[in-house]
């Protein structure tokens, strides 16, 4: 099993759609968790930080659900420049270090 | 201004060159990272550094050779590679080891 699994999509949607991701992990032990999108030939962005009480910027919400061991991305009222693949990271599990999901394609369309 | 710099930009290198990456930081981060990125791939960690010194090697093949000379910087030296070590090597910062990570734009490599 990997240890963090992430859906790969491709997922297509038209503007104005609302999409989520999940990811999950493996060790419970992991302390810290985000979101990140990146775009083609890009370096990876932050998004966001995700917090066991869900945080919400925009348009965009993510949670955590610590006892299931996965985390959420919900984008509302897409738009074409949320198109990019969308990364799960996680971090800690009683060291530094940081694991990313493969990633998941989003294409919004016209 | 969370603004991680790389240099170069694209660099060539044959086998048997011996070449270094840069990467600096100035927003006061302790911890600074290096990453290989495959297309179509995540990036998979190489090494941390944590108060300028290496924390984490993720087994990478002693032809990479990382060195932090301070707070700021972040080098890593490459000899001997392998046409596969061609990717995208990505360099971090974050203000701690547990905390969001900033990337720079990553320095693509290629060995001929």
Same mark, same amino acid.
């Given at each position: ?110 | ?48 550094? *944590?108060?300028?010194? !290496? ?5 990478? +093949? ?6 932090? =000379?301070?707070?700021? %910087? ?11 070590? *061609?990717?995208?090597? !990505? ?5 701690? +080891? ?6 720079? =734009?990553?320095?693509? %490599?290629?060995?001929?």
């Amino acid at each position: 099993r990997k240890e963090v699994e992430q859906d790969p999509g491709p997922f297509n949607v038209p503007e104005g759609a609302t999409v989520a991701f999940n990811c999950t992990y493996s060790n419970s032990a992991s302390q810290s968790f985000f979101w990140y999108r990146q775009d083609c030939r890009k370096e990876p962005k932050l998004l966001m930080s995700v917090y066991s009480s869900g945080n919400e910027d925009g348009r965009f919400t993510a949670q955590l659900n610590r006892a299931s061991q996965y985390i959420s991305l919900l984008i509302r009222d897409s738009k074409l420049s949320d198109s990019a693949t969308y990364l799960c990271v996680v971090n800690g599990g009683g060291g530094f270090k940081t694991i990313f999901g493969a990633g998941t394609r989003l294409f919004v369309k016209a | 201004d969370t603004e991680v710099t790389q240099t170069p930009k694209h660099l060539v290198m044959g086998m048997t060159n011996k070449k270094s990456l840069k990467c600096e930081q100035h927003m006061g981060h302790r911890a600074m990272y290096w990453y290989k990125q495959k297309a179509k791939k995540p990036p998979e960690l190489m090494f941390v550094y *944590s108060y300028e010194k !290496l924390s984490i090697n993720e087994s990478v +093949p002693s032809r990479f050779s990382p060195e932090c =000379p301070n707070s700021s %910087l972040l080098n890593l030296h490459l000899h001997a590679l392998q046409p596969e070590d *061609s990717a995208l090597y !990505l360099c971090a910062s974050s203000q701690d +080891p547990a905390v969001e990570q900033y990337f720079g =734009p990553g320095t693509r %490599l290629t060995v001929t």
